[in-house]
């Protein structure tokens, strides 16, 4: 089960900082990620981060600016988001993912989302 928290409203250039706390073992064999939705749109991949947290992807869109984390101790992956932007605007979800190719959307563990508004 995975928990996310922290979203809220913020005004544009300003930081939110998103938690995911997942239960259950083996939380380190799993692939982390980041994705959103944002009102009438599909839902995309923000970030992923590999087993160790050695390995990291962004999507363009957040590159720089968003940093993607976990701490297998707390079976805990974090999302800092800098320099917000309005189109920043939308449900953030994690998820988690046993296997599979590194690169694929494929996850198998969904989140229940936390709400990010980015006001202008």
């Known amino acids: 089960q995975l928990q996310a928290s922290g979203g809220g409203l913020v005004q544009a250039g300003g930081s939110l900082s998103l938690s995911c706390a997942a239960s259950?073992?083996?939380?380190?064999?799993?692939?982390m990620g980041w994705f959103r939705q944002a009102p009438g749109k599909e839902r995309d991949i923000v970030a992923r981060?590999?087993?160790?947290?050695?390995?990291?992807y962004y999507a363009d869109s957040v590159k720089g600016r968003f940093t993607i984390s976990r701490d297998n101790a707390k079976n805990t992956v974090y999302l800092q988001m800098n320099s917000l932007k309005p189109e920043d605007t939308a449900v953030y979800y994690c998820?988690?993912?046993?296997?599979?190719?590194?690169?694929?959307?494929?996850?198998?563990?969904w989140g229940q989302g936390t709400l990010v508004t980015v006001s202008s």
């Open positions: 259950g073992r083996d939380f380190s064999s799993y692939v």
């Open positions: 998820a988690a993912k046993y296997g599979g190719l590194w690169s694929s959307d494929d996850y198998g563990y």
């Open positions: 981060i590999s087993l160790s947290g050695r390995s990291t």
